[in-house]
């Protein structure tokens, strides 16, 4: 169970155990979802139409991109950046994963509302995700930015892109796209934790579970369609946000076609929708969606499953 669940004191694992499982998840997930990430945020910078009957579009699908990005920059480049994503998810998923067991234990001992509830999952949701991203958004910059640069990189080490960036564009570089970010991250993570915990009960509901091979599966089910759902609902303020952040960073853009300047959230809204039309708000939702059914069940998978693990362990020494 995810959250605070007054009905399960059993599996007593105590806040750093949290945050264990929280990180762990975090990490084993990204190594196995970055290439898709990669493709996804070449997809949200490119202004061309994501068609091949647009003879400017870099990329206009999602083994047409990884062939050519294969072909171009070799096999690291799906894992360009990943230093720093793997510092992201770490330390994101610690902090989500504790604030929300914190949250939800405190709704339950201080309210009279149920921690279990939609509406509950939905708000702590929200907030321990804008906790967890206010704690790492400039790493999150940082991976952005590697993802997005071709070749010849402009940034080779993380240390060189983190003084390069302060002495260029200042120490507010690092918080570029924050805006848009809690914007989405809010409604996105709460989404999340209450569709997940929604769609458990349904699943339980249609399919009662039997042993630990049947719970480990639901839960990656149920976080996969938690995952997709919850992208779909926030995704153009995902796109907004990844143009925020390559703000400045127009010259590592130039062999993948236009570059734009954007001069806030509103503006980039605007500009998207006047050159791009409406679909240019879901740029890049085919290979969204996929990274976020694999990511959010894997990630749910295995929080739960270390979580059990942690409880087993407990039991055994007692």
Not at 34 to 63: C, M, N, T, W
Not at 78 to 90: D, E, N, R, T, Y
Not at 214 to 241: H, M, Q, R
Request: net charge positive; charged share 20%; glycine share 10%.
């Amino acid at each position: 169970m995810v959250g605070y669940d007054p009905k399960a004191d059993g599996r007593n694992i105590s806040s750093f155990e949290v945050a264990v499982a929280g990180s762990v998840s975090g990490l084993v997930t990204r190594v196995m979802i970055s290439p898709l990430d990669v493709i996804k945020i070449r997809f949200q910078l490119q202004i061309e139409r994501l068609s091949r009957s647009d003879p400017g579009a870099k990329y206009h699908g999602i083994l047409q991109a990884g062939r050519q990005i294969l072909q171009e920059e070799g096999p690291t480049a799906f894992w360009k950046g990943h230093v720093p994503a793997q510092l992201l998810s770490i330390g994101y998923g610690a902090v989500q994963f504790l604030s929300f067991e914190l949250l939800t234990e405190l709704v339950h001992r201080a309210t009279k509302y149920d921690a279990r509830d939609f509406s509950v999952h939905f708000v702590c949701g929200g907030l321990s995700a804008s906790a967890a991203t206010l704690a790492v958004h400039p790493v999150d910059v940082l991976r952005t930015r590697f993802a997005a640069q071709g070749e010849p990189k402009v940034y080779k080490t993380l240390r060189e892109a983190v003084v390069t960036m302060y002495r260029t564009e200042g120490p507010l570089v690092f918080y570029k796209g924050l805006n848009p970010t809690l914007i989405a991250i809010f409604p996105y993570a709460g989404f999340q934790f209450s569709f997940y915990s929604a769609l458990k009960h349904v699943h339980e509901w249609v399919i009662p579970t039997e042993g630990a091979n049947s719970e480990n599966l639901k839960n990656l089910l149920c976080g996969s369609g938690a995952g997709v759902i919850s992208k779909t609902l926030t995704y153009p303020l995902d796109l907004f946000k990844k143009r925020l952040q390559v703000g400045g960073f127009e010259r590592a853009r130039a062999t993948f076609g236009q570059v734009r300047t954007y001069k806030g959230l509103l503006d980039c809204a605007r500009q998207v929708l006047r050159e791009e039309g409406p679909r240019g708000f879901f740029k890049g939702l085919s290979p969204s969606l996929l990274k976020a059914a694999l990511s959010t069940g894997f990630v749910f998978f295995w929080y739960e499953l270390f979580c059990n693990l942690f409880h087993h362990m407990k039991k055994a020494d007692s």
